[in-house]
């Protein structure tokens, strides 16, 4: 009984590595390809990798001009890498990343990131540390008008006394 449940427990685990184990095999054309963020803003950076690309090559999309990929070295799945700058005037939507690798082919990935609209913020009071000439208007307004509704509160107070 010890004997069956430890051998379905080791074959299990066998089974679970060998299904999850990465396969070390030379590839014959580039696949996988991953954009990081796969949220962006307009003229954000995007980090494109693709496994299966040992050479190098091209990424082009709508988004961004055509833009080099480098071999990363080392890497166990022939991994090259290329960083693309987000068109200013792209469109928010679902763009496509087509990889073109030297001497293994092309391969193209669907609505493979996302361009969001950009938010037109202005300064918001960010560009400043400790209080700003009109932080300490208010201030010592209210202040001043603390003071004379004290002034006017102790004064009426002072009146009822004598009556």
């Known amino acids: 009984m010890r004997t069956t449940r430890a051998l379905a427990v080791s074959a299990t685990a066998v089974a679970t590595l060998g ?28 980090t494109v990798t693709v496994d299966g690309c040992p050479k190098g090559g091209t990424m082009t999309s709508n988004a961004f001009p055509k833009t080099d990929l480098s071999p990363v070295p080392g890497s166990q799945n022939e991994t090259s890498k290329g960083t693309a700058t987000i068109n ?5 939507g679902s763009y ?33 540390s400790g209080a700003t000439p009109t932080d300490i208007a208010i201030g010592g307004g209210l202040v001043g008008l603390a003071l004379i509704g004290g002034g006017v509160f102790w004064m009426r107070r002072r009146s009822e006394n004598k009556i």
């Open 19 to 46: 299904l999850t184990a990465p396969v070390a095999a030379a590839w014959d054309s580039p696949s996988n390809i991953v954009a990081m963020p796969s949220v962006i803003a307009r003229g954000g950076q995007l």
């Open 88 to 92: 200013s005037n792209a469109t928010p």
């Open 96 to 128: 496509d990343i087509t990889v073109n690798c030297i001497g293994t082919g092309t391969l193209t990935k669907p609505q493979a990131f996302t361009v969001i609209g950009g938010v037109r913020g202005g300064l918001g009071g960010s560009s400043s």
